[in-house]
């Protein structure tokens, strides 16, 4: 049985919250103050996922690079897989705010979007 303590970052309160789980069962959960801290544990504990911010190079820009992220959080085991395959695109200017850059990334039917406009040089 494996036993964690996470600090649920949903709300201001910061709960430590206690989770024992057994492969991909929770047995356990512990310390936390309202539902959303259940539920944000829940997912932590048992599929962890993050939004992924990066940069992806701009050919003929005002800038040479756009800022990005993906448009849901991504599975945490696959994070480097979706970086890899983020680092060899490369796009022509203009690129619009919101232009999606990736469709399905790491095939995680996850996008990747540019979160700023850059204009051709």
């Known amino acids: 049985m494996d036993k964690k303590q996470i600090t649920c970052i949903v709300c201001p309160i910061g709960c430590k919250i206690i989770v024992k789980t057994d492969g991909e069962k929770i047995n356990l959960i512990d310390g936390n103050k309202c539902k959303r801290g259940l539920d944000y544990v829940r997912s932590e504990a048992l599929d962890p996922r993050r939004v992924l911010t990066t940069s992806v190079l701009v050919k003929n820009g005002e800038w ?20 890899e395959e983020i680092k060899d695109i490369k ?7 919101g232009q999606r850059i990736i469709k399905n990334v790491a095939e995680t039917n996850i996008d990747v979007v540019s979160t700023k406009s850059v204009k051709r040089k």
């Not at 959080?73 to 696959?78: A, D, Q, R, T």
């Not at 796009?91 to 705010?97: G, H, L, T």
């Open 91 to 97: 796009v022509s200017a203009p690129v619009k705010i």
């Open 64 to 83: 040479p690079l756009v800022s990005v992220k993906t448009t849901k959080p991504v599975p945490k085991k696959k994070i480097f897989v979706v970086l």
